[in-house]
């Protein structure tokens, strides 16, 4: 899911296909191993040992998703070296904002685990900021799509919607939890797919699909029921998650990039944050209101598990932020050896084509 599904998802541009898939080959695999370590310091057993298991490398490899969400943002203007830093940093930010959540805040696993999605949005698009250029907001040739380019970012959408209700699932114990996260997630899922071809044939002119919103939205319902899966009880209340969320994708992409990102100076070139930051935060709020509804019996006394849940997805928001705006002020240092933006979105800047060469 990871390395295919991401891949693929982020090879939508038609002159950067080999670095789409193969800079998040190279991030993902480098930030599972960072992050199998910064789970061990910060999770250690009483010995004092780093302990490596299935579970511990599915929480790592579920922590290296921020890092391939932040990348859709910076995708094409970053080159491999700010790439890494960017995943160095953003797995130990990501590992400590979970600690505090765990650790003082007394929040679940999976449920600190499941902010991913909102930790890594707010800090791709905090970082992206500081490599804004002014020609990005004019439109550029080489941002665009083409038929092959499409294709294969479907095929990294299907490979998601197929194993995102494992994604939700994975680290959750409990049998019966664990079969209400997938039967949700399918149910949400099922539903935003649905109304992304809908919302996207009605938002059109002249009535047409557009393949970038089923790239976006028809994931946007799997991102939403990250944290309350285990705990819907009917599946109307997924089923309106999905189709919230995929409204958001949908109208997200219509309005947000073309009037909210130019006056904030950020480029998104994924579409990033009503992908999986607006469903995310959306998923969150939801959850919070689920939390109360089961709790109702003993509401005087929800004060404050509700001003802790609340806060956690805050906290892990501003942690985000705070972090992607350091990281992409260093990501401008010309140590880096940063790519002029004429050279934005283009393979030849990093990858050898023998049949461009010189009299070939």
């Known amino acids: 899911m990871v390395i295919l599904g991401f891949g693929f998802l982020l090879a939508f541009l038609k002159r950067y296909g080999f670095s789409s898939t193969g800079f998040n080959l190279l991030i993902a695999t480098l930030g599972i191993q960072w992050a199998l370590l910064m789970e061990g310091f910060l999770f250690s057993s ?54 505090i959540n765990v650790q003082f805040l007394k929040v679940e696993e999976h449920t600190s685990l499941m902010h991913v999605h909102i930790f890594g949005t707010y800090f791709g698009l905090a970082a ?13 040739d080489k941002k665009k799509a083409n038929p092959l380019s499409e294709l294969f970012s479907m095929l990294g959408t299907l490979f998601l919607w197929m194993f995102w209700p494992s994604f939700n699932s994975v680290l959750i114990v409990d049998v019966t939890e664990k079969r209400n996260a997938i039967s949700n997630t399918y149910y949400a899922m099922g539903v935003s797919a649905v109304a992304a071809f809908a919302l996207s044939a009605l938002s ?6 557009q393949m970038i919103h089923i790239h976006q939205a028809t994931l946007a319902g799997g991102v939403a029921l ?46 990033i944050h009503y992908t999986f930051g607006l469903p995310g935060l959306l998923g ?3 959850n919070v209101i689920l939390f109360i509804i089961i709790k109702w019996a003993s509401l005087s006394s929800l004060g404050y598990p509700v001003l802790i849940e609340v806060g956690s997805f805050m906290l892990t928001t501003a942690i985000g932020l705070g972090a992607g705006f350091i990281t992409g002020f260093f990501l401008t240092f010309k140590l880096w050896k940063t790519l002029p933006a004429s050279k934005y979105f283009d393979d030849q800047a990093y990858w050898e084509f023998p049949h461009l060469a010189h009299g070939f």
């Open 284 to 286: 969150a709020i939801a």
């Open 226 to 271: 990250g944290f309350s899966a285990p705990f819907i009880p009917y599946p109307w209340i997924a089923m309106i998650l999905g189709l919230l969320a995929s409204n958001i994708a949908v109208l997200g992409s219509r309005c947000l990039e073309i009037y909210l990102n130019p006056v904030l100076k950020i480029h998104d070139t994924c579409g």
């Open 204 to 209: 059109s002119r002249d009535g047409k699909i």
């Open 46 to 99: 009483p010995s004092g040992k780093v302990k490596i298991s299935l579970p511990s490398v599915a929480k790592a490899t579920i922590s290296v998703t921020a890092v391939l969400i932040s990348a859709g943002a910076l995708l094409g203007k970053a080159n491999p070296i700010q790439l890494i830093w960017m995943a160095m940093v953003e797995v130990a930010a990501f590992s400590a904002s979970r600690w």
């Open 128 to 140: 992206s900021w500081w490599l804004y250029h002014s020609s990005l907001s004019k439109g550029v």
